[in-house]
């Protein structure tokens, strides 16, 4: 487990994000994980609220997905949950079958976004399966994404894609997410704009920490 400045976020919630890498090569030390060091890189530089992080790295197995999923949102109380891997055709390819077994709800239009940032640079993009849904407790929820395997399309889909001037060309999911977080009852979270640029309804608005 590591820590991103542990302290309250602004509704004196700690913000938790749970990584989780699903491999069996990488969970067996055949090679090097690469799914959560890009993972960590990258939230480092996107929120400026302080949270904890919770990492997991496991294989290719249905149940030990699911059991780790609920692990991580029911006993470490993550408001996050980002996995990379095993969203592709593949016969042990269950990441998105472990992720709805353990849903309230589904939540579609992030794996819509995901694909349509991918397509932009292969067609084979369309075989990802890559979902996101929400679970939810009596007393908590948490929203869990499934993100591709590599640190390159990690990033383009958290980010999104600008073009040389730096404007957006396709938004990424990450700027959803903020605000999602806000309507299951999760810490309010904030963003660096550079990297990833948060949107609210004014009405969700709040004023910066001081």
Request: glycine residues 8%; contains cysteine.
């Amino acid at each position: 487990m590591t820590s991103q400045n542990p302290s309250n976020s602004a509704n004196n919630q700690e913000l938790v994000i749970g990584l989780v890498s699903v491999s069996d090569r990488a969970s067996g030390g055949v090679y090097e994980d690469k799914g959560i060091p890009a993972l960590n890189e990258w939230l480092a530089g996107a929120i400026t609220t302080p949270f904890r992080v919770e990492t997991r790295l496991i294989p290719d197995d249905r149940a030990n997905i699911e059991a780790t999923l609920v692990e991580l949102v029911d006993t470490a109380r993550c408001h996050l949950v980002l996995t990379t891997g095993g969203t592709g055709p593949a016969r042990r390819d269950v990441t998105p079958e472990a992720t709805l077994a353990v849903a309230t709800k589904e939540m579609p239009g992030f794996g819509e976004q995901m694909r349509q940032i991918s397509l932009r640079f292969v067609p084979t993009a369309i075989l990802s399966r890559q979902t996101a849904v929400i679970r939810e407790t009596d007393a908590h929820a948490a929203l869990i994404m499934n993100l591709p395997g590599q640190p390159k399309s990690i990033k383009e889909t958290l980010e999104g894609l600008k073009d040389d001037a730096g404007n957006t060309v396709v938004g990424g999911i990450f700027a959803a997410v903020p605000y999602c977080i806000d309507l299951i009852g999760g810490p309010y979270m904030e963003t660096n704009p550079a990297v990833s640029k948060t949107f609210r309804p004014k009405s969700a608005l709040r004023p910066p920490v001081a």
